[in-house]
């Protein structure tokens, strides 16, 4: 079971990125598959989540409005759109899949290697 994080970068404030999350090993169709990040410091926290086989999707107060999460079954594959990105955005980005719909860490497993994203101001 293999989750696998990418897209992280350096950029400036308002720019956009978009984070790439490869599944592979199971299926996760009846997973919740969410985004979280942990800045230096700081706790890991929740981003945004969504149901594999699609649906409603959740995002963080710091999230909404800014960043977009969607998957692609045919690709095993859960993207996180981020715009108008911040300089309190920069985080380490990881991603993770729960049995259960929730926002907290401690109910995702399968977590992935992160991906670094920085941003500038």
């Known amino acids: 079971v293999q989750l696998q994080a990418s897209g992280g970068g350096l950029v400036q404030a308002g720019g956009s990125l978009r984070l790439s999350c490869a599944a592979s090993?199971?299926?996760?169709?009846?997973?919740?598959m969410g985004w979280f990040r942990q800045a230096p410091g700081k706790e890991r926290e929740f981003v945004a989540s969504?149901?594999?086989?699609?649906?409603?999707?959740y995002y963080a107060d710091s999230a909404t409005g800014r960043f977009t999460i969607s998957r692609d079954s045919d690709k095993n594959t859960v993207y996180l759109q981020m715009n108008s990105l911040k300089p309190e955005d920069t985080a380490v980005y990881y991603c993770?899949?729960?049995?259960?719909?929730?926002?907290?860490?401690?109910?995702?497993?399968?977590w992935g290697q992160g991906t670094l994203v920085t941003v500038s101001s």
């Open positions: 993770a899949a729960s049995a259960v719909s929730t926002t907290n860490p401690r109910s995702y497993n399968s």
């Open positions: 090993g199971r299926t996760f169709s009846n997973s919740r």
């Open positions: 969504i149901p594999w086989s699609g649906g409603s999707t």
